[in-house]
């Protein structure tokens, strides 16, 4: 039976520690609804209440879209290992770019990355589990570590080239804000 708190409580930011992947979902008014797949380390726990996440260059920037159109962002834990359980966190979010000082305080926070492009800020308002028993029992096996070869291989002045080609709209064609616009 799924059941909802006002706060994330102590055992389930131990369970976020652990956790591998995270998904998280975001839509505008209109247009295409995005669920991303994230990994590496770029999910904290602020407080009972909020959390942070580094947004890493990826081929699209549907996330920093939409939240700017429309705040709301659901994030969504997997158990795929040990006790099985589903943890989706609500609430309303902000996108911090390089150019925001809030950017580089959190920051401070995630290993070092080439690629982070933003850093999403949640409040989170409801916090739901459920039991997550149909989800499969998997292995961790490593990292892949593609993203960060790709983005130390392109550098800093290539990085930004690409985010100027690729991910300054969304696929609906919603301004990302990433160059400052």
């Given at each position: 039976?799924?059941?909802?708190?006002?706060?994330?409580?102590?055992?389930?930011?131990?369970?976020?520690?652990?956790?591998?992947?995270?998904?998280?979902?975001?839509?505008a008014e209109?247009?295409?609804?995005?669920?991303?797949?994230?990994?590496?380390?770029?999910?904290?726990?602020?407080?009972?209440?909020?959390?942070?996440?580094?947004?890493?260059?990826?081929?699209?920037?549907?996330?920093?879209?939409?939240?700017i159109?429309?705040?709301?962002?659901?994030i969504?834990?997997c158990?795929?290992?040990?006790?099985?359980?589903?943890l989706?966190?609500?609430?309303?979010?902000?996108?911090?770019?390089?150019?925001?000082?809030?950017?580089?305080?959190?920051?401070?926070?995630?290993?070092?990355?080439?690629?982070?492009?933003q850093?999403i800020?949640?409040?989170?308002?409801?916090?739901?589990?459920?039991?997550g028993?149909?989800?499969?029992?998997?292995d961790?096996?490593?990292e892949r570590?593609?993203?960060?070869?790709?983005?130390?291989?392109?550098?800093?002045?290539?990085?930004e080239?690409?985010?100027?080609?690729?991910?300054?709209k969304?696929?609906?064609?919603?301004d990302?804000?990433?160059?400052?616009?």
């Open positions: 039976m799924a059941k909802q708190l006002d706060h994330i409580t102590t055992p389930l930011q131990e369970f976020i520690k652990k956790q591998k992947m995270f998904f998280v979902g975001t839509a209109t247009g295409s609804i995005n669920v991303s797949p994230k990994g590496t380390d770029s999910f904290r726990v602020i407080d009972k209440n909020k959390i942070v996440w580094m947004n890493l260059t990826g081929s699209g920037n549907e996330t920093a879209a939409h939240l159109l429309n705040n709301r962002m659901t969504m834990f158990a795929f290992e040990e006790s099985p359980l589903i989706r966190l609500y609430g309303t979010a902000k996108v911090f770019h390089k150019r925001d000082d809030a950017f580089h305080s959190y920051a401070k926070l995630f290993p070092e990355h080439i690629g982070a492009r850093i800020e949640m409040q989170v308002d409801m916090v739901q589990t459920s039991c028993f149909a989800v499969p029992l998997m961790f096996k490593a570590g593609m993203l960060d070869k790709w983005s130390e291989k392109k550098g800093k002045d290539e990085i080239q690409y985010w100027e080609d690729k991910n300054t969304s696929i609906d064609g919603f990302t804000n990433i160059l400052g616009e």
